[in-house]
């Protein structure tokens, strides 16, 4: 059989057009193929997330499929991104600063200035935008949060929603935060409902990992060898922290002890382990947040359960990407994929001084009391709650820097990055100490983040831990 005959998409014809078509050539534009062997790129961003949260970064919170990326890869324990959701986004999809990208703030604050109008510059182009000119497949999936609200609805323009920005497929959410349970959901580029229902068991991480496995077997089925980018940016753990009993009540009883006490487990695991550098001292506790032995036993009885929902809910969010990286190796792949997992910012301290069982009180200024959240302790984390924990336990969770998400102090900005890449990398269970932020990653050679790494016992630098 005649070979076909090709040339270059976008470049003049190559075949022959004579008087008849027996005396013709066809040819056929092909679009640019990536290089042979080029890797995979896999992106996983979680939510609110501290420095402290994940098992590999010295926590109790299980998270097998996380410590499993960190010990074959590198754990990156000087890495800065904003302290805030949409602009380290932007940063992320662009290599450029936020400002300069005009989301200095989340798009919910976006004002009509310089740096804060929300609306990334077509030529400051996407990451996905650049990899699908050089022959990959692009997916997004989860949350979005880089669309203005005027520009959300299914009659808006498009112009900045993922489809628009160089991805080929989208699921997910494009606001900054959803309903776990019943989540306002896009499919591409039209509003769907969930599948099913919590009732029959629905719950967002487990859909967001069974469509990123559909787009990757739709994908395998006609491009065996195309390489792919894919973005998969988590709800979790931003409130509302919404997880089945099952993964709560693993939990329980576990932080009775309070947040004073594990900061203090979590720090010691953190030195041993060598995840701070030697000299690293633990920074104080701010005195809005109360000492544990302290606070009266209602007080305890709210604030332990709400870390049991939490930790539960990021041990789910691991199980289902774990379902998502699991299928990655069985394709053969996932030694030349990088995978790159961070969070976008501290953890969160939203919830205020007790928690809320309601996430929504926070931006109304609405500050619910103990007796309040007691009432409808057994339903925190239900279908029926959309909670967010006490800001004791985001100080705690960013362990063992100061403050939290929205300040630009350590445990604002401070987060974990974990770069997982078996083919491109030697280094296995290691941290890299060079400083680090979004708009400067994406620029680095792999060489350079090889030569560079130093393994955790050895790092220095420890005065930029200190309080």
């Known amino acids: 059989m005649k070979e076909l005959k090709t040339y270059p998409e976008g470049t003049p014809f190559t ?34 997330v501290g420095f402290a949260q994940l098992g590999c970064y010295g926590s109790d919170i299980r998270t097998p499929t996380f410590d499993r990326l960190a010990a074959g890869g590198l754990r990156y ?13 932007a940063c992320l999809l662009t290599g450029r600063n936020h400002h300069s990208n005009g989301v200095g703030i989340i798009q919910e604050m976006a004002t009509g200035f310089p740096g804060y109008n929300g609306m990334v510059p077509r030529e400051n182009g996407f990451l996905s935008e650049m990899l699908l000119q050089q022959g990959y497949a692009t997916f997004a999936v989860g949350k979005w949060h880089l669309t203005q609200a005027g520009e959300s609805a299914s009659g808006a323009s498009k112009a900045r ?3 628009s920005r160089g991805f080929e497929r989208y699921y997910g959410f494009l606001g900054g935060k959803t309903n776990q349970w019943a989540p306002t959901l896009v499919h591409d580029s039209h509003y769907i ?29 006609v491009a065996p060898d195309k390489p792919f980018f894919m973005y998969y940016c988590l709800g979790a753990g931003h409130a509302p922290h919404h997880v089945e009993p099952e993964w709560s009540e693993r939990y329980r009883g576990q932080y009775d002890k309070g947040w004073d006490r594990w900061r203090e487990e979590v720090f010691a695991r953190q030195v041993a382990a060598g995840i701070v550098p030697p000299g690293t001292q633990l920074s104080p506790r701010p005195p809005w947040v109360k000492e544990w032995d302290s606070l009266s036993a209602d007080a305890r009885r709210l604030y332990a359960r709400q870390h049991e929902v939490f930790a539960g809910f990021l041990e789910q969010t ?5 379902r998502v990286i699991d299928f990655l190796a069985t394709l053969g792949e ?40 007691l009432e409808r302790l057994d339903e925190w984390g239900s ?29 604002g900005m401070s987060d974990p990055l974990i770069v997982h890449w078996p083919k491109g990398i030697a280094a296995r269970g290691e941290c890299a100490d060079s400083t680090c932020t979004w708009s400067t990653w994406r620029r680095r050679s792999w060489k350079r983040s090889r030569s560079s790494r130093r393994r955790c016992s050895t790092a220095s630098r420890s005065g930029r831990w200190k309080a």
Not at 318 to 322: Q, S
Not at 349 to 361: I, R, T
């Open 15 to 48: 075949g022959t057009i004579g008087r008849t078509a027996g005396e013709s050539e066809p040819a056929w534009p092909v679009p640019t193929k990536a290089k042979p062997g080029a890797p995979n790129v896999l992106v996983l961003l979680l939510d609110d």
């Open 77 to 89: 324990r000087d890495f800065h991104t904003t302290a805030i959701c949409s602009p380290t986004r």
């Open 161 to 163: 929603w993922p489809l």
């Open 193 to 221: 409902d969930p599948p099913r229902t919590p009732e029959e068991g629905y719950h967002l991480n487990a859909d967001l990992a069974d469509h990123a496995i559909e787009f990757l077997t739709d994908l395998r089925t």
């Open 318 to 322: 691991d199980h289902h990407i774990g």
């Open 334 to 373: 996932l030694d030349n994929t990088i995978v790159v997992l961070a969070s976008d910012n501290g953890a969160s301290a939203e919830g205020g001084e007790h928690g809320s069982f309601n996430e929504l009180q926070f931006p109304n200024r609405v500050e619910p009391t103990i007796e309040q959240n």
């Open 383 to 411: 279908v029926r709650s959309y909670p967010n924990y006490s800001w004791g336990w985001a100080w705690a969770g960013n362990t063992p820097l100061r403050r939290w998400k929205r300040y630009l102090h350590q445990g």
